[in-house]
């Protein structure tokens, strides 16, 4: 990772980048560094706080993000390199993921040669109706779930809670265009911006049920199948991984007498 102490211009850096899409906390890019195609995430400025105390909650969480990405890096969780930050700017220029994510893939649709983009960022031509899908099968979906459930529980041995587990937030590697096939691809975690340490045993069981609302909410006729294989590949992955899966029936129990 390139210092912040070492004058990386963060102008400079966005100069010419693209935007891919926005969220409610910040930007991403695709654009250029040291040659190499990279993704810059910028913490934009929220207007309704006051200037000080934005400018430190988004140095804070840009830095905070960072630690945890290499936290998980370093535990061997797959998430993208660091390249180059820029707290006092809410910018991080990291690794750029080719490949497509894991909500594509399993919804048949996407381009492993292009970023895959949010559904309101994508153009009409693009959209699940029109385009030609690609058939997933069931045996597919559970082991995309197994490694999806592995990966997690790696990265909560690590001490690292994601806070925000969707499909949209797992990007499946490849080094060729045209290669879909699952023993080919790798799962990388990606937006960490919500995380936070910790070994708890709750929140690791939280962090699954966001994943499993998530899951049931964008994939409901695999959602069975999806979260099956992710429960067994968390649970067999790690000797805690049992007692976070009992914790989550603990969870999901207490979400349904909420409703």
């Known amino acids: 990772m390139v210092a912040a102490e070492e004058g990386i211009d963060a102008i400079q850096l966005l100069r010419g ?70 707290p006092e700017h809410g910018l991080i220029c990291m690794e750029y993921i080719a490949g497509l994510s894991v909500a594509d893939y399993l919804n048949g649709t996407g381009n492993v040669s292009e970023p895959s983009l949010p559904e309101a960022s994508k153009p009409e031509a693009s959209k699940p109706e029109e385009a030609c899908k690609r058939q997933v099968s069931l045996e597919q979906v559970r082991a995309i779930g197994r490694c999806a459930g592995k990966t997690i529980c790696k990265l909560h041995d690590a001490g690292i809670i994601h ?52 899951i049931r909410s964008n994939h409901c006729s695999i959602a069975d199948q999806l979260i099956a294989g992710v429960l067994d590949g968390y649970e067999e992955s790690s000797k805690e991984g049992a007692k976070t899966c009992q914790q989550l029936q603990v969870v999901e129990k207490r979400g349904r007498k909420r409703l």
């Open 163 to 214: 806070g925000d587990l969707t499909t949209s937030n797992m990007m499946l590697r490849t080094t060729t265009a045209d290669c879909l096939e699952l023993d080919q691809l790798e799962l990388v975690l990606i937006d960490l911006g919500l995380s936070h340490c910790s070994t708890s045993s709750e929140d690791r069981a939280v962090d699954l049920h966001v994943f499993t609302r998530a």
């Open 17 to 86: 980048a693209k935007l891919l899409f926005q969220g409610a906390e910040s930007k991403a890019y695709i654009g250029e560094f040291l040659g190499q195609r990279v993704l810059l995430k910028e913490r934009f400025r929220k207007r309704y706080r006051h200037q000080d105390l934005d400018a430190e909650l988004r140095k804070l969480r840009t830095r905070s993000e960072c630690r945890n990405i290499i936290k998980a890096r370093n535990c061997g969780v797959s998430v993208p390199y660091i390249l180059a930050v820029r």
